[in-house]
C-alpha cells in the first residue's frame, strides 16, 4: 500500500493488537510511526495493552494522549478504568471515575462496569455498590462484578443475597423464560461466599444449580471452590473425592491444589497420597518432589523431607522446567502478574479468596499511586 491513512493505520492495529504473542510491540510499531493519529488511534493502543496483560503501559500511552491534548472518549475511560482494576490502583481509579462525570453526559454502562469492577478489586465494596444501585440498566457482566465484589472482597453474605436478588429479576412472570441469568462466573463468586461463611450445605446446593437449572458446566474453578468449601471445614478427604471427578486433563492441577491444603491444614498422610499421585502423573516435574518435601517438612518428618531433597538434586537435570510452588503465596503470585483475562478471571477470584481467607497476605486499605495527569 503506497499510503496508509489514518483509517488503514487503525485497522492494522486493532489486528495485530487481537494477535496473541507480541501482537501488541508490532501495533505498537505502527502507532509509533503515524504521522497524524486520531483518538481511535490511541484508543486501540491503550486497550491492546490492557487486553496484553501490560496496564502500566496502557496508563503510559493514557499519559503521552494526555499530554499533547488529545481528548479521550468514553472508550478510553473504560480502558483506563481497567487498568486501574487490574493495577489495584485506587487513586488514579477515583481520578478516572471523577474525570468521565466532569466530561461526560452519556450513560455508559460498560464504563460503569468497569468502574464497579475497579472499585471491588480495589477492596472499596461500598463505592461499587453505590455506582451498581444507581444503575438503570444491568446486563449479567454488570451483576458479576457486583457479585463477585461482595463475595470476594466485601461481605460475602451481602453477595448472596445480591444473587438471589438477580436470579429473582431474571425470570419473565409472564412466560416463565429466563431473560437474565447467572452464568459461571456468577456461581464462582457464590462459591467463594459459602467458603468464606463455611457454608457447606448451601454451596452444595449451587453446585448442584448450576447443572439442574441452568444447564451450566461446571469447570475446574467450580470443583476448586466446592473443594476448598469442604476442606475449610475439615472434610479433606471428602474434597479429593471430589476432585477426583475433575476432566483427567486437570487433575493434576486439581489435586495440586488440594496438597496446598493438606500442607497448611497439617494432613500429611493425605498430602503424602496426593504427591505421590502427581509424580505418577507428571514424574518430571519437580514441582510435585517441592511440594512433597513441603509437606513432609511442615509435619517434622525431617528425614523423608532431605530424602525427597536428595532425589530432587540428583535427578534435576532430567526435571522439566517447573515451579516450585511451596506455598500458597507462590501459587498467588504465579498469577498474579498475568492480567486478569476473561479465561483467568475465574481463578483470579479463586486465589483472592484463599489469600483472603487463609491470611497468608495482607494488604493495605488505604493504597496509593501516581495519579494519572
Known sequence: ???????????????????????????????????????????????????AKRPE?????????????????????????????RLGWLGSGR???CAYLRRFEEDNLLFWTSLVDMYGKCRRVAAARKVFDRLNVRNVVCWNAMIIGHCVYGEPGDGIELFHQMIGRGKNGSDNQWVLRPDE??????????????????????????????????????????????????????????????????????LGGLLGLCRFRGEWKLGERIALRLIE???????HYALLCSVYASAGRWEDAHRVKAIIKESDGRFSPGHRLVDLNEIASEFKIRERQPENQEIYVIL??????????????AQTEPGIK
Open 1 to 51: 500500500m503506497p499510503f496508509r491513512d489514518i483509517a488503514s493505520h487503525n485497522t492494522m492495529m486493532t489486528a495485530h493488537a487481537a494477535a496473541p504473542g507480541g501482537g501488541v510491540d508490532a501495533a505498537r510499531q505502527l502507532f509509533d510511526g503515524m504521522l497524524l493519529r486520531n483518538v481511535v488511534s490511541w484508543n486501540v493502543m491503550i486497550n491492546g495493552y490492557v487486553k
Open 57 to 85: 503501559q496502557a496508563l503510559e500511552v493514557v499519559r503521552w494522549m494526555a499530554g499533547v491534548g488529545v481528548r479521550g472518549t468514553a472508550t478510553t475511560m473504560v480502558g483506563v478504568a481497567t487498568a486501574c482494576a
Open 95 to 97: 481520578e478516572v471515575h
Open 185 to 254: 462466573v456468577t456461581f464462582i463468586g457464590v462459591l467463594c461466599a459459602c467458603t468464606r461463611l463455611g457454608l457447606l450445605d448451601a454451596g452444595k446446593v449451587y453446585f448442584n444449580q448450576m447443572t439442574t437449572t441452568y444447564s451450566l458446566r461446571p469447570t475446574f474453578a467450580h470443583y476448586w471452590c466446592m473443594a476448598n468449601l469442604y476442606g475449610s471445614v475439615g472434610l479433606l478427604e471428602e474434597a479429593e473425592s471430589l476432585l477426583k471427578s475433575v476432566p483427567e486433563e486437570l487433575k493434576a492441577r486439581a
Open 352 to 365: 483472592d479468596d484463599l489469600v483472603s481467607k487463609l491470611q497468608f497476605t495482607s494488604r493495605e486499605d
Open 281 to 287: 502423573l507428571e514424574p518430571s516435574n519437580c514441582a
